[in-house]
């Protein structure tokens, strides 16, 4: 096989991986729960990129609203339930600043992106 018949049966779409964010998610037996996060293709990069303008929290925020599967932050039900109106503010409630930050971390390396998020926003600013 060369690299465009590798290429050709494989969409970017389809890349995702299970990530333990935190030891603070555990279900009721003690194992760690785990979110799904899939990868972002080039135009959802700049799709976010433009939108969030440089500002590295919205960026990360968008990252992970947009490319997190399980659990899903644009669950209607589930913003509706704590009070919140946006994806975003949902977000806020449930994970911790430091939390946010790895699940960011792992959809970006997920992304094939080598840098830290840090010089990614870096970049995003530019």
């Known amino acids: 096989m060369n690299l465009q ?22 279900d009721e ?29 919205a960026f990360n925020r968008c990252i992970i609203i ?9 669950d209607a039900k589930s913003i509706n339930s704590l009070g919140l109106k946006t994806p975003e503010q949902y977000l806020d409630n449930v994970l911790l600043a430091g939390e946010a930050s790895t699940l960011a971390r792992s959809i970006i390396e997920l992304s094939g992106f080598k840098k830290n998020i840090e010089e990614l926003v870096e970049e995003v600013k530019n």
């Open 5 to 26: 018949e590798f290429l050709n049966g494989r969409k970017a779409d389809n890349v995702t991986a299970f990530v333990n964010v935190s030891e603070r998610f555990k």
């Open 66 to 74: 947009e490319n997190t599967l399980e659990p899903n932050f644009k």
């Open 29 to 57: 037996n003690g194992n760690s729960l785990k979110f799904k996060i899939k990868a972002m293709r080039q135009s959802v990069f700049e799709e976010i990129r433009k939108k969030c303008g440089g500002n590295s929290a």
